[in-house]
């Protein structure tokens, strides 16, 4: 019992220090600080998610509700219809087409054990909200 109290001591001073670093450095401290910037770390399969015009996402969503892998097939074909997506910058349009592919045959394999046809549906509604992201970061004619 003293070894574990020794160990949280420990634990305490380091964190104490590292907050002590933080408060030197400029950064806010654990107790009322403001998060600055939050970034989701995407996957190769999640981030090749195509941006598309919102009905073609929600058309792709009803699909893969319905028969998974269907949208998410169709949505591959955007890609090579200019849509775009984080990946292709870093991998190219080819190769965001195929991880496209590839996550639409795993979707349909495994939607007989019930995995793929909710992965398909997660997908879908990626599609749709990356999609409305879209619509409202782009200026409306009035």
Do not use: H, Y
């Not at 909200?129 to 619509?135: E, F, G, V, Y």
Request: proline fraction near 5%.
């Amino acid at each position: 019992m003293a070894q574990t109290e020794g160990l949280t001591m420990l634990g305490n001073a380091k964190t104490k220090d590292n907050l002590g670093a933080k408060a030197m450095a400029g950064c806010p401290t654990a107790g009322g600080g403001v998060v600055v910037e939050v970034r989701e770390k995407k996957g190769p399969l999640r981030a090749a998610i195509p941006t598309m015009p919102f009905p073609l996402a929600v058309i792709c969503l009803f699909l893969n509700t319905f028969i998974p892998g269907l949208g998410t097939f169709i949505s591959a074909f955007t890609v090579l219809c200019g849509a775009r997506s984080e990946l292709i910058s870093e991998r190219g349009v080819c190769c965001v087409f195929w991880l496209n592919v590839a996550a639409a045959l795993i979707q349909i394999v495994t939607a007989v054990i019930m995995v793929g046809w909710i992965m398909s549906i997660f997908w879908g509604m990626d599609m749709v909200i990356l999609a409305s992201c879209k619509d409202q970061s782009t200026p409306q004619d009035v």
